[in-house]
């Protein structure tokens, strides 16, 4: 009896498990996930200390490496599981986060109308300021219930690679400034009464009193489509690597895809964000017209505009083998590249940005001859010691032909390196 009153009240434990992804359990995918992350970390550092071999693989090293890569890429394989799972779960609740963050503004747009009324009193002015940010408001929810499964009102600024997209957030957040500068000026002109006071709002509108903020528009918009098609074209042509993220986070914002801060990332957020924020006061102390962002304000727009796309431009670069060695331990003789032996393949790229996690290394694979060699993970405390960006090292199959074969890198990303000659004795 008990057990039923408790499954009824929810409170079983045995009920949910660490995939559960209700959001009133403390069992949901984020505990899930997070536990995972734990148990795997644990696993790597036992590994690590050469602790939870088997008897049959000890006496072995390439046998006790080969077995541990294969353990902890199973391991990585269920964390990354259980981060897509999490991910899902996370999108699915964005959008009653963002509606709450929407709403919020309303109010608080209520409350500063509310306070700075004190004196001066109310006016159409503020009435139509307040109704503009209703319907933005309604709009928005609106759009986040019919995306609720991508985000919500955060869909149309989350890219290919599940991260938010600096160029598109930016020019949203334009696009949004301006339509509700529109709507504030609409209805200002339907509570104008008389003939004088509905010309004057109409001038409002003329190209020559907001040629600064629409260009700024223009350009924001069209950065966002164009760093969309840059970097199409750069990972088709192998040229930048993209692993794709298993949510989107804030900080995408400013940083890169591994997490590090991006200048160009960072420059065009503060730069546009103090230009609305310059615009915004504009419109507040003239709800007549459109904001009139000064041409000095909009330059500086433009340059820091043309700075990100620069920087869109020179990101990444296809990885590279620049020479291949024999792996020699310390004490043993220098002798030619013989099957069996470990190579080192040194070169820069091999680990795209934001494929550090254990799956992704997992992935790597370096064609020696005709013949697929999976990158063995060798674990350290606090990481990997193999793969990395610059060095990898991979045993050479009996499989392989004595004579003279290619070495190739295919990296988590799928693009392929440059080919290299080895030869290879018996």
């Known amino acids: 009896m008990a ?3 408790a499954r009824q009240g929810g409170a079983d434990p045995a009920a949910h498990g660490g995939g559960c992804t209700c959001g009133d359990c403390p069992h949901g995918a984020r505990e899930g996930h997070r536990r995972a992350v734990a148990a795997f970390l644990v696993k790597r550092d036992e590994y690590a200390a050469g602790q939870g071999l088997p008897a049959a693989v000890a006496h072995s090293a390439s046998a006790s490496r080969q077995w541990v890569s294969e353990e902890l890429a199973q391991a990585a394989e269920a964390v990354a599981e259980r981060g897509r799972a999490e991910g899902a779960a996370w999108l699915a609740r964005l959008w009653q986060r963002t509606a709450a963050v929407v709403w919020a503004g309303v109010v ?17 002015a503020r009435t139509a300021g307040l109704l503009s940010a209703v319907l933005v408001a309604g709009a928005l929810t609106a759009a986040s219930w019919f995306h609720r499964a991508r985000g919500g009102a955060l869909a149309p600024v989350i890219g290919e690679d599940n991260r938010l997209s600096t160029s598109r957030a930016v020019a949203g957040a334009w696009v949004l400034f301006l339509a509700f500068a529109v709507l504030v000026l609409v209805g200002r002109l339907a509570a104008a009464s008389g003939s004088r006071e509905r010309d004057a709002l109409i001038d409002g509108l003329e190209l020559a009193r907001g040629a600064g903020v629409v260009t700024v528009l223009a350009v924001v918009c069209g950065i966002a489509v164009l760093v969309r098609r840059v970097v199409g074209l750069r990972v ?17 914002l400013l ?51 043309g700075t990100y796309l620069a920087g869109k431009y020179a990101e990444g670069g296809r990885p590279v083998i620049l020479s291949v060695v024999r792996a020699r331990e310390a004490g043993a003789l220098d ?20 494929a550090q996690g254990a799956d992704r290394l997992a992935r790597m694979v370096v064609r020696v001859g005709a013949v697929n060699v999976h990158v ?19 045993p050479v199959p009996a499989e392989v032909e004595p004579g003279r074969v290619d070495v190739q890198v295919v990296t988590a990303a799928g693009v392929e390196t440059n080919r290299y000659t080895i030869d290879v004795t018996e």
């Open 3 to 5: 057990v039923q009153e």
């Open 108 to 124: 608080a747009l209520l409350l500063v109308q509310a306070l700075t009324a004190i004196g001066a009193g109310w006016t159409s």
């Open 236 to 252: 088709q042509g192998q040229r930048l690597q993209k692993v794709r993220a298993h949510r989107p986070r804030a900080a995408d």
């Open 255 to 305: 940083t890169d895809d591994s997490g590090r801060g991006s200048f160009a990332d960072i420059q065009y957020v503060v730069i546009n964000g103090v230009a609305l924020a310059f615009a915004a006061v504009r419109l507040a102390r003239r709800p007549d017209q459109l904001p009139d962002l000064p041409w000095g304000l909009a330059v500086v727009v433009l340059v820091s505009a």
């Open 335 to 354: 002798a030619p590249i013989r099957t069996g032996d470990d190579i080192e393949i040194r070169g820069t790229g091999f680990v795209p940005s934001g």
């Open 376 to 394: 063995p993970l060798v674990p350290v405390v606090g990481g990997f010691d193999n793969p990395a960006d610059d060095l990898l090292t991979v």
